[in-house]
């Protein structure tokens, strides 16, 4: 039994077992392999296989290897070896590299700026700079600003590189700069947030100081907002293809815009709440459909897992009530569960108590016949109640009884706008019991309370403020 354990474990974790137990071996056979690549000239990869990332990985497993550090120290004075035959072939471009590699591994500076200058001073004879210059004096007159080595901010550059006080080549980037900012400004015009995004950061790049950067990058801003606005309102609209593209557009803009990503998360859980909607109506392809797409969008979103849960509840439902049964028995439990549902009706018990309140008699006799007139007039009869019940529990501050009020009305009235509307405003309660608790120390509480609004409304007014009050309390603590 312990051997089968070890051996699941094994194909859960998916590593090889050297790994685990004898990470010493591990080590070893990284830095065998990096002086492998050392001795073949293979000194930087960016898949990892140069010997400058191998014996980075070797001294990650450990530190106090002090071959591993020789072996990088060696990766250093070979930088230099490799650019000096690269200036030997003229091969600036690789000799410039080289000499960057040997000065992030610590090779003395004396040495390296020697061998700098003579890159240099060589590529100035052998390049001709006013030739270069004339390049992308040209490159710019055609419109060809940025992209390629023969375009002309990279020519202007290797200018300044060589002779970083040439004047011609200064009056050039930044004229070149200045007509990529403008190039951004018709891009932004457009709604191309993406390529003027793009362009301006290119600028900032080059020319953090550039005189006309600030107000660029406020336009860029602006646009921002007003694509999240436009998101925003696609998504209250339910177009949330096109609320997706804009929160993406802006994402490709900036990032970290954490708005943007709200706005994933929201139309995420909204292809969750229509694949509810299907499971409650026991049309299961289509459920699945909405719910994959929802994983596609955000797999993490919080209507994912309850769409999952709902799903699920619903076939256990289609085969407790749903299973193939002589069509006179399966009538006669149909009207059985009308009748259970009108007596808990009359009761008074239309949400509640659990399986025996008119709401879950009516769902399973929807489970057996979805289509039936009986079934459908009764489950729009109940929806004045969900509708009472959810705005009496949000009165009385009983939030979660106010949630269940709230599933049970999407159920039956489906997500439009009412039932959107309802969401945010019991979000808007959750968000105000949170900050309560906050004020009040209790950090547990004020994060279920973040989490619930989350679920409910990832774009609420004040919730993005909420949770880093709550971040930095927490971290506080």
């Known amino acids: 039994m312990a051997l089968v354990s070890v051996a699941l474990l094994l194909l859960l974790l998916r590593q090889p077992l050297s790994n685990w137990l004898w990470p010493d071996t591990r080590a070893q056979q990284l830095q065998a392999d990096a002086a492998s690549a050392l001795q073949q000239g293979q000194l930087t990869s960016a898949d990892g296989r140069g010997a400058r990332e191998l014996y980075a990985a070797a001294l990650a497993l450990d530190p106090d290897r002090s071959e591993a550090r020789q072996g990088m120290a060696k990766v250093g004075q070979q930088a230099l070896v490799q650019a000096e035959r690269a200036l030997e072939k003229r091969d600036y471009a690789q000799a410039h590299r080289s000499i960057a590699l040997a000065r992030e591994l610590a090779v003395p500076r004396a040495r390296v700026d020697a061998l700098e200058q003579r890159v240099r001073e060589r590529e100035v004879g052998d390049s001709g700079v006013d030739k270069l210059l004339a390049q992308a004096a040209a490159a710019r007159k055609a419109g060809l600003l940025d992209g390629s080595d023969n375009a002309a901010l990279p020519l202007y550059q290797r200018v300044l590189a060589l002779e970083p006080k040439r004047t011609e080549a200064l009056e050039g980037r930044e004229d070149t700069l200045a007509d990529l900012l403008q190039q951004a400004q018709t891009s932004l015009a457009r709604g191309e947030l993406a390529e003027a995004s793009e362009r301006i950061r290119r600028v900032q790049a080059a020319d953090p100081g550039h005189v006309d950067l600030p107000d660029a990058l406020a336009g860029l801003n602006r646009a921002a907002e007003q694509g999240r606005s436009r998101a925003d309102a696609e998504l209250r609209r339910g177009r949330l293809d096109e609320a997706l593209e804009g929160y993406r557009a802006v994402l490709a803009t900036m990032p970290d815009d954490e708005r943007a990503q709200r706005g994933i998360a929201a139309v995420a859980n909204a292809y969750a709440g229509r694949s509810q909607r299907y499971a409650g109506d026991f049309r299961f392809s289509d459920a699945e459909k909405e719910l994959a797409q929802a994983r596609r969008i955000d797999a ?151 989490v619930a609004a989350r679920e409910l409304d990832p774009q609420a007014s004040g919730l993005g403020e909420f949770a880093d009050r709550l971040r930095r309390a927490s971290a506080a603590n």
């Open 300 to 450: 993490n979103a919080p209507g994912v897992a309850a769409a999952e849960q709902r799903l699920v509840q619903a076939r256990q439902s289609q085969q407790r009530y749903g299973q193939k049964v002589p069509t006179a028995e399966r009538q006669r439990r149909l009207d059985q569960l009308l009748a259970d549902a009108a007596q808990a009706e009359s009761r008074g018990d239309l949400l509640t108590p659990p399986g025996d309140s008119a709401f879950d008699k009516l769902r399973a006799a929807q489970s057996m016949a979805p289509q039936d007139p009986a079934v459908r007039s009764a489950m729009k009869r109940l929806l004045p109640a969900a509708q009472r019940c959810f705005e009496s529990e949000l009165r009385g501050n009983r939030l979660s009884r106010a949630r269940e009020c709230l599933d049970a009305r999407a159920v039956l009235e489906g997500d439009g706008p009412a039932v959107r509307d309802a969401r945010r405003r019991l979000a808007q309660r959750w968000i105000a019991v949170g900050d309560e608790r906050l004020g009040a120390g209790e950090l547990s509480a004020a994060q279920a309370a973040l």
